[in-house]
């Protein structure tokens, strides 16, 4: 199985949650080598492939290496995503930002999943984890960010779960939405007061791990737990019904 993102917060947990279930696990990253080499040592070896998933030839490139490496590939995390962080109303937001997000988010989770269906369509079965978010699911704000991940669990994930059973009758595709977990992407904004406020509209009033959202994300990918289970969106959000928008 191939997790995207390994060198981050989420991806790593959930390559480590992947590898505790006995799946060999390919460790995808862009920037982050070192972080990927030292998970992998901590892993017994996993190969770190490294790519650009804005970029159609390195994904395509990532895919064969993962190939070469465990002969096949069956199952699929799509963790690597970028929030940016300055937190700019439309009316302030520049094209380049907004093509940024969208490519660095929506178009790289397209080439990912076209990558992994590729392999699919070889292999006769698969299963595909989206990462999206409670942005532009129950939440909003950073507009670019929260249609990027909107258009992941709606209309992508939608046709993915219809699509794939063209190659394959019993693949399946689902996403898992984190609300605010604690990983490098959100450090240094989760202050006392910010989690506060954020979860106001949680019942279970805590930020999440990057643990609570891989655990989902390995019960999504198999099988035997979720067999039947396609075309679904799952938040790890503790029960969150949206956001404080006025004191
Ligand atoms: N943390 C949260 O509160 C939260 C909430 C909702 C959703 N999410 C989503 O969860 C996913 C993981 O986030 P995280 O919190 O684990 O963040 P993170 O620690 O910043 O990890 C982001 C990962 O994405 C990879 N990445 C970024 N741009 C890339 C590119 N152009 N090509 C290939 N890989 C790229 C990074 O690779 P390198 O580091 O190697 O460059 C890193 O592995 C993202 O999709 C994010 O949007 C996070």
Redesign the pocket.
């Known amino acids: 199985m191939l997790v995207?993102?390994?060198?981050?917060?989420?991806?790593s947990a959930c390559a480590r949650a992947f590898a505790e279930e006995g799946c060999r696990v390919v460790l995808?990253?862009?920037?982050?080598?070192e972080?990927?080499r030292t998970l992998s040592e901590e892993l017994g070896g996993a190969p770190a492939l490294a790519?650009?998933?804005?970029d159609e030839e390195q994904v395509d490139r990532l895919f064969t290496e993962a190939r070469d490496e465990l002969g096949g590939l069956e199952v699929c995390a799509a963790?690597?995503?970028?929030?940016p962080k300055p937190d700019e109303p439309v009316w302030e937001l520049s094209l380049a930002r907004w093509e940024e997000t969208l490519r660095?988010?929506l178009t790289?989770t397209f080439l990912t999943a076209r990558g992994f269906l590729r392999e699919v369509a070889r292999s006769g079965h698969g299963s595909l984890v989206m990462?999206?978010?409670?942005?532009g699911l129950v939440e909003a704000g950073h507009a670019d960010?929260a249609a990027a991940?909107s258009a992941i669990v709606h209309g992508l994930l939608l046709s993915l779960k219809n699509e794939v059973v063209r190659i394959a009758p019993r693949a399946r595709v689902n996403a898992v939405?984190?609300?605010?977990?604690?990983?490098?992407?959100?450090r240094s904004s989760l202050s006392p007061a910010l989690v506060e406020r954020i979860t106001r509209t949680m019942p279970l009033r805590k930020v999440?791990t990057?643990e609570d959202?891989a655990r989902q994300v390995v019960a999504l990918a198999s099988d035997r737990i979720s067999g039947h289970v396609t075309g679904q969106v799952v938040s790890v959000a503790g029960g969150m019904e949206g956001r404080v928008v006025h004191e």
């Open positions: 995207t993102g390994a060198s981050g917060g989420i991806g995808h990253y862009h920037r982050g080598e972080r990927a790519a650009d998933l804005t963790v690597a995503g970028v929030w660095a988010n790289a990462i999206g978010s409670t942005a960010y991940k939405c984190p609300g605010w977990t604690e990983s490098p992407m959100t999440a990057p959202v």
